[in-house]
Every structure is written in structure tokens, then in C-alpha cells.
């Protein structure tokens, strides 16, 4: 298994912006598909946002459309998500997670089998 570390997280203001990051300990790393869960306290993981193959293909939640962008860096052992115009409702401790897989599992949330230890996002009114 492969350790992601994740930074990036902290606390806005509603309207504000954060970017989180998670890149792999290992540079050797292949796995093609990379994402962003998160969890609220009393509520189940949701996924947030994935990516496939470096990028060919994306997927994100619905109430993050057009708000969160997630993205592969050059070595395809980290990846980024940034987050813009960020709601109360945003709130939560956000999970880095990858594989390797094909692209509709990916693109389903389904078949990560390496996991960060999380960042906290919290955005008050």
C-alpha cells in the first residue's frame, strides 16, 4: 500500500477558497485513479470529486459542480482539488484516496484501496 498525505485544509469563511493536495509517498506509484471523499460528523463518506487516467476523465458530486475542480499533477502521484465559493455545507474532514482501476469504477467512487488520514474543512456563514 502506498501512504497519500494530504494538506491543505483549514477554515473560510463562506465565498472563500481552499485547494487540498495529496500526493503519495512513493514515485513509482501507477495507480490511474485518484480522489476526494469527505465526511461530516453524523453523516456517511460522500465521494467528492475523481479523476481518471491523469485526467482523461473526471467526475464530481453534484453540489460541487461547478465550484470544485480536481486535478492530476505532472508526476500523476498527487492530485489537487480546488475548492471555490465554499458553502457552510462544505464543511467536513476531506479523504485523498487512489487505485488502480477502470475508468467507470473509478469514475463510481468504488475501488480505492489507498487512503490519507484526512484534512479538516470548515466554512462558517
Known amino acids: 500500500r502506498v501512504q497519500l498525505v494530504e494538506s491543505g485544509g483549514g477554515s473560510v469563511q463562506t465565498g472563500g477558497s481552499l485547494r487540498l493536495s495529496c500526493a503519495a509517498n512513493d514515485y513509482t506509484y501507477s495507480g490511474n485513479c485518484m480522489g476526494w471523499f469527505r465526511q461530516a460528523p453524523g453523516e456517511e463518506r460522500e465521494g467528492v470529486a475523481f479523476i481518471w487516467d491523469g485526467g482523461k476523465s473526471t467526475y464530481y458530486a453534484d453540489p460541487v459542480k461547478g465550484r470544485f475542480t480536481i486535478s492530476r499533477g505532472d508526476t500523476k502521484t498527487s492530485v489537487f482539488m480546488q475548492m471555490n465559493n465554499l458553502r457552510p455545507e462544505d464543511t467536513a474532514m476531506y479523504y485523498c484516496?487512489?487505485?488502480?482501476?477502470?475508468?467507470?469504477?473509478?469514475?463510481?467512487?468504488?475501488?480505492?484501496?489507498?487512503w490519507g488520514q484526512g484534512t479538516q474543512v470548515a466554512v462558517s456563514s
Open positions: 484516496a487512489a487505485g488502480l482501476t477502470i475508468e467507470y469504477l473509478c469514475l463510481a467512487g468504488t475501488d480505492f484501496d489507498n
